[in-house]
């Protein structure tokens, strides 16, 4: 995808966004050798079946992630009550601010700006603010999504899409959701990828690309 090394940064405000979003190009970035970097903002404990243990997502976040090949130690995941981002703006541009002075990512992957869900907005709105002077593209979650800007797309191979389903196989505690299904996901990659002519893709909207 690129010519150098880049340092790519996905921001989920939940547990699964990010695999979900842009699970696919994660997988196909890190096969390229780039180094990736998740950060999770919630592992939405309040809202964890009464079957599974409140912290599930920790677990499943961490065996997601390392399906799709990304470092333990570049897994970074904050404590914000789910619903409640909106009344911790400050905290959450601070953790940005600092996380792109640890990290230095020359892409930045989030939600889209226009998401309905209140914390995917303000994660969206604060990653504006912490990295305007860095490439950004927001990865589309359609049930959240009322339109989206299909500017951008990444081709996956077989070998991607299937790194993608597998790694949100990992989350049982959310199989019960119907955009979990496999045959959901692999739909939504057929359609992007036949907007470009290929098999699979995922779509971004284009917030901001520098040209090194």
């Known amino acids: 995808m690129f010519n150098k090394k880049k340092r790519v940064l996905v921001l989920a405000p939940h547990t699964d966004d990010g695999e979900f979003g842009c699970g696919g190009t994660i997988a196909k970035l890190i096969k390229e050798g780039h180094e990736v970097f998740y950060a999770a903002f919630s592992a939405c404990q309040q809202s964890v079946l009464p079957q599974f243990p409140s912290d599930i997502l920790i677990t499943e ?67 504006l603010r912490a990295y305007k002077f860095g490439s950004i593209l927001s990865y589309e979650l359609p049930w959240n999504n009322f339109s989206f800007h299909t500017s951008s797309f990444v081709h996956l191979e077989e070998d991607a899409m299937m790194t993608k389903v597998n790694a949100l196989k990992e989350y049982q505690s959310q199989a019960h959701r119907p955009y979990s299904d496999e045959d959901f996901i692999r739909s939504l990659g ?23």
């Open 61 to 127: 976040v961490k065996a997601a992630t390392k399906v799709l090949g990304i470092k333990p130690e570049n897994l970074v995941l904050f404590d914000y009550d789910v619903r409640t981002f909106g009344y911790h703006r400050q905290e959450i541009l601070d953790d940005m601010i600092k996380m792109r002075v640890e990290i230095k990512p020359d892409l930045i992957f989030m939600p889209e700006v226009n998401d309905v869900h209140q914390d995917h907005k303000t994660i969206a709105d604060e990653a």
């Open 190 to 212: 057929r359609i992007r990828g036949v907007q470009i002519g290929t098999k699979y893709a995922e779509a971004f909207n284009v917030v901001r690309w520098i040209i090194d």
